[in-house]
């Protein structure tokens, strides 16, 4: 487990190297997963669910501003 993850962290920094940032972004994590066949789904605007009550409209527009570009709270995981 540990040499996996030291495998994909690895992979996530040459990504970061590569486009000379700074920080680690979940796509290049993703872009790790990926390239060692673990494809990791739920982090695209498509399985985002749209908020539909006035109420939650008015939370974004408050909050536009601390909006993050991932939203991890909205991920789903279907275990059975």
Do not use: C
């Amino acid at each position: 487990m540990k040499q996996y993850l030291e495998e994909i962290i690895r992979d996530a920094v040459t990504y970061v190297e590569h486009r000379n940032a700074k920080t680690v972004t979940i796509h290049d994590v993703l872009h790790s997963l990926q390239r060692r066949g673990r494809t990791l789904y739920g982090f695209d605007p498509v399985t985002w669910a749209v908020p539909k009550s006035r109420e939650d409209q008015d939370f974004q527009r408050r909050h536009r501003s601390r909006r993050t570009l991932y939203r991890a709270d909205r991920i789903t995981l279907d275990i059975r």
